[in-house]
């Protein structure tokens, strides 16, 4: 018995459709995330000027809403950081 490799395109044949993939680029992906954090960023500032303010605001809610602040702006710092290291690792490569 003859064993035939098997590509998508036999896949999408046998399952009748074919799903589109959503591709984003690296620099649409960082202006996302820098959007998010900045969003992220002015939530959590609006719950502490509100909780200020004396409005009635949980606390934990703004306790929540600066932490994920906080978690999302030192994920996109250590991004950043590996960014520069790898940006200086490849000017110092010889050519």
Known sequence: MKVRPVDISTIQK??????TVNRTGFAE????????TDTLQARSAGAANSAVSG????THNVMIA??????????????R???IEAYRELMQMRM
Do not use: H
């Not at 046998?14 to 799903?19: N, S, T």
């Not at 992906?29 to 998010?36: A, H, K, P, S, T």
């Not at 600066?66 to 991004?79: G, I, N, S, T």
């Open 55 to 58: 409005q009635p605001v949980e």
């Open 14 to 19: 046998a399952y009748g459709r074919r799903e």
């Open 81 to 83: 950081n590996k960014i």
């Open 29 to 36: 992906m960082l202006g996302r995330m820098v959007g998010d």
């Open 66 to 79: 600066a932490e994920e602040a906080r978690l999302a702006f030192d994920l996109m710092l250590e991004v």
